[in-house]
């Protein structure tokens, strides 16, 4: 683990709280160097001041290149750690499933296109994609956010399987409810099936760093989430048919 961390470049965007900020201090604990993104720039900069990092405010979409320059030229790690809760149904407005496609998946998807190349170049770097339980699953009441979920994870599986023989490392982080402001912003959907068993954002840098250490590319904060997984694979009717109790066990609430 230390090898793999010490004096590395690391990026994590969204990291102004939650996640993204215990993602940063784990990795500036662990002798990284750690640049911070945040579209608050202050939020970021309290971060990377609190940790001896830098503070590279901005669009998740458009900060690489930025990112790289302070970092000296290299980025060794990446975490697209940045996303949109995005509720609602099909009948959500475009902009918020355009917004929601463009923050949770393309974001993803401009920073590989930034960053593989050079990887591929050297033999080696690491994509930490901060995907959520939703992308295994779903989410009730939260169309936009748990339909590009699925979108995330599905860019990370491809990247994984394109690029690990060629030395490219990927995670995929798939935590349920962790205690944040996105949790926060849930409402009653999440105070029903999240807010029960949600993590403090530190338990998933806990477990992104064991996954590292166990070159694994699924990382589950909630270990529960494999048993899910293997269920709606396994009877995809039965699981839908429990996924709806718990849908209108909901509407019964609002």
Request: hydrophobic share 45%; glycine share 12%.
């Amino acid at each position: 683990m230390v090898e793999a961390v010490q004096d590395a470049g690391v990026v994590v965007t969204g990291a102004g709280g939650g996640i993204g900020a215990a993602l940063a201090r784990r990795f500036a604990a662990a002798g990284a160097r750690v640049v911070v993104n945040d579209l608050d720039a202050e939020k970021a900069k309290a971060v990377a001041d609190g940790i001896g990092g830098i503070a590279v405010p901005g669009d998740a979409s458009a900060i690489v290149a930025d990112a790289r320059d302070a970092l000296g030229g290299t980025v060794d790690v990446y975490c697209a750690n940045a996303g949109l809760p995005s509720g609602g149904s099909e009948a959500a407005e475009e902009q918020v499933w355009a917004r929601a496609w463009d923050v949770n998946v393309m974001a993803h998807v401009r920073a590989a296109h930034e960053l593989i190349p050079g990887w591929l170049e050297r033999g080696r770097g690491r994509f930490v994609s901060t995907v959520s339980a939703a992308g295994l699953l779903t989410m009730i009441g939260a169309a936009p956010y748990s339909v590009t979920k699925h979108g995330a994870y599905a860019f990370a599986e491809w990247l994984s399987l394109t690029y690990r023989h060629r030395g490219i490392k990927v995670h995929a982080i798939c935590p349920q409810g962790v205690r944040t402001d996105m949790l926060a912003g849930t409402g009653s959907a999440g105070d029903l099936v999240l807010k029960p068993t949600a993590i403090d954002p530190e338990d998933v840098a806990d477990a992104l760093f064991k996954g590292i250490e166990e070159d694994r590319f699924l990382i589950l904060p909630h270990p529960e989430v494999a048993g899910y997984y293997q269920a709606r694979a396994a009877d995809p009717d039965r699981w839908l048919t429990n996924m709806s109790h718990i849908q209108q066990k909901w509407e019964e609430t609002r």
